[in-house]
C-alpha cells in the first residue's frame, strides 16, 4: 500500500514556521532570564535579544497576516466543534490502541478540529495577553507622555506578561510532544520542514 | 643650498626633542590644574602697583585685591563659604555649618580656631565674629595659582606668618607661604584650592565624602572621566558654576531631577547637574534614558566611591574615646594599613575604600537636623539618629534613586534635653576634650559657650548620616552593569528599594507557581503519554 503524498506546507507557511519557532524560543529563554529565572546571557543581553526578537515576530506576523488573508488560509483557524470530542477520545484513548485517528488532513483542512480550537485559543487569548503586556511592559517609560500611567502599574503588567510566558511555553512543550503522535514520531516535523505530508497511512502496520 | 636646509633640519629637530624634553618632566597637580589652558586673563597681576607688598598678613593681600575689585568682598560675604549658613530652599530650615549637626567633629561652637581653617577668611576666632568686616575675607584660598598658599590648621583662617615647628616637638619647622608672590599670582581656582578644604572635610583627606579626596588632584580616567588629564580634565568650578562668588550646587537641597536638560547662556549658569552638559537623553537606548527618569544618574555612573586609593571614614565612633594607658598617655592606634582605628581624642574609627553606596529615594528633600534640634523627629525605628534623612518614594515623581554614603556615628547627646550636645575639643584650656579627655567638663564647656541647654547629663547615641555620591563619575564601560539591581540575589544593590517592581527581582509567586505547573504538567503529560503510547504499541506487537 502506497502513502498517499499531499503537499500540505508551502513555502512561504514552513519559512514562518520555523522563524517564528526560532523566534519564540528566544523569547523564552531571555524572557526567563529577564524573569531572574536564571543567568544565562546576561540580564542586558537577555533584555536585548528579547526585545530584537519581539520586533523581528511582529514584523513577520505582518506578512503572515498579510499571507493569511490573500491566500485564504486564515480559514483554517475557524473553529469547529464538530469532531472535537473525537480527537479527545483519539488522543486519550484511540491512539493506544492503534485506532485510525479521526482526522484526514487534506490541502484545505490541514488542522485537526482540537488544533483549530488550540490555535484559536493561542490567538484570541495567549496571543492578546503577550502582546499587550508586553508592549506595554517595553514601553513603561513612555507610559507618562502617554497619558496612561494612572491607569497602569508596572507590576501588573509585568505579572500579566509572565502568565502569558508561562502558558506559551507548556504551549511549547504540547505543541513538541504532539508532532510525534503521527504515523511515525517524525512524520508531522517532516511535512513542516518539506511541506510534504504523508497521510492515509494508518492502516500500514509497523 | 644644502648647509641652509640642514640647518632648519636641525633646528626644527632641537625643538622637538626640547619639546619632547619639556613633556617628559613631571608636573604636579597644582600644575596640571592650572596649566590646563592659557587663562586668558586680561590682568598680569605681578605687573600691578597694588600687589608690589611686600604682604605680611592676609588680610594685607585682601585689602589690596579690594582697591581693585571693589564688589568682590560684598560677594562673597554673600557666600555660604563665609556665612557658613545657609536657608535650605525646600525645607526653609537655617542650616550651614553654623547651624547643621554631623557625625564628624559636631560642632564648630567653641571650637573655632581649629574648624575655621577651612572659612574663606581671616579672624574667626570665637562666636562673636565680625561677618560684616570684608578685610576678612580670605581671597588667596581660592585664587592662589601657586599651590604654596597653605591655611594653617589651628589659626582661625589664617596661614603661617613666621616659621613654626609642626608638629609640636617633632623638629620639622614650616616656613610660612611667600604672600607677596602668591598676590601676584593669582587667577581662577583650580581644583587644589577647592579641595584644600573639600577633600579634608571631617579634618583629614577622604575623610568625610567619600567622593572627594585628594586622589582627584591627579586622577586616572577610571577614577573620574572628567577630571582626568586624558578625560575631560575639568576643574571643579566646571560643574560647580559661580555667580558673582555664590558657588552652585549644594548637599542640603541636592537637585534631584534636572528637567531642564543643557544649560544654556541665557539660563541660570548652574552646571552642578549631569543634564547641564550631557542633556536629557545622553543614551542612544531608549530604555536607558528612561531610567533617569527614576534613577538618578550617579546610581549608575559611581560604581563604587573611596576608588582613588585613600579610604574615607565609614564609622566613628565617640563613646569610646579618652583611653589612656597605664602610664596615663592617651591612647592611638593603628591598624594594618596604617589608618588611626583608635583615638583617645576620638574614639573608634571604620575605614572603606571602594565601598558600594546606599540608595535611596531622594526627591529634593533633605531633613537635615540642627544641632539645637530635639533627637525624637529624626529617631528611626530602631532607635538610631538620622540626621539627616533624605525624602522620596516611588511614588513621588520628583523622586529618583540616589547613591549615599552612610556615614556610622555614635555621638554624645543630653538625653534629658534630648538634644545634641556641643562638644568642646579643641583648644589650649582646662576643658578641651583633645586635651583633658574628659567629656564630663568639655560638654559642659561647650554647651555653655554655646549658650544651649544642658542637664548636665551626657550619654551617647548611634547616628546615621547620609552623603551624597556625585563625584568620581567613571568611564562609561564602568557604569554599574544591569544585572546588579535586576536580581533576585539579597544582595543586589537594590535590595533595599522595596517599593518597586523591579525586573528580575521581583515576581508573583503563585503566578510562578501556576506557570511552573503548567510547565511541568505540560512535559510530564507528554512524557506519560508517551510511555503509555510505546508501552501499549510494544504489547501489540508481542501479541501478533
Redesign the interface.
Known sequence: MSAERIYIYKRYERFWHWSQALLIITMMITGFE???SY?LL???QA?HFHTLAAWTLLTLWAFTIFWQFTTGEWKQYLPSLKNVLAMVNY?LIG????APHPFRKTVVQKHNPLQRLAYLALLAFISPLIWVSGLLYLF???W?ELGIAQYL???WV??AH??G???I??????H???T??GHTVFAHIKAMITGWEEVDEHHKKH | MKPHVSLIAGIFLSLCASLAQAADIPISPAQAAVAKAPSGSTTDHSKLEALKGPFKTGPEVTKACLSCHNEAGHQVMKSIHWTWEATSKTTGKKLGKQHAANNFCGSTLSNEPRCTSCHAGYNWTDKNYDFANQENVDCLACHDTTGSYKKIATDAGHPLYEPREIPKGSGKIVQPPDLTRIAQHVGAPGRQNCGACHFNGGGGDAVKHGDLDTSLLKPSKSLDVHMASDGANMGCSDCHTFNAHQPSGSRYAVNPKDTKGFDLPVDDHNRATCESCHGLKPHQE??L???A?KVACQTCHIPEFARGGIATKMLWDWSTAGRKDENGKPVYIKDDHGHLSYSAEKGDFGYGENVRPKYRWYNGVVHQMAITDKIDAYLNQDGILEMNRVEGSARDPKARIWPFKEMHGKQPYDPVNRTLVVNHVYGADDTAFWTNFDYEKSIKAGMDYAGFPYSGKFDFIETRMNWFITHMVAPKDQAV???EC???SSDGRLAEITD??L??????PW??L???L??V???G??LI??L??II??RR?ENEQ
Request: glycine share 12%; proline share 3%.
Open positions: 529577564v524573569h531572574g543567568a546576561g540580564f542586558e533584555v488522543y491512539i493506544f490502541r492503534d513603561y517609560g513612555n507618562q502599574n508596572l507590576e509585568a505579572v509572565t502568565l510566558a508561562f502558558l511555553t507548556a504551549f511549547f512543550f504540547i513538541v510532544y504532539l510525534t503522535t | 531608549a530604555k534614558n528612561h531610567h527618569d552593569p544591569c544585572a535586576h536580581t533576585r518597586i517592581y525586573p528580575g527581582r521581583d515576581r508573583n503566578i510562578d501556576f506557570g511552573g503548567a510547565i504538567g505540560a512535559i503529560g507528554g503519554h508517551g503509555v503510547r501499549t504499541r501489540k
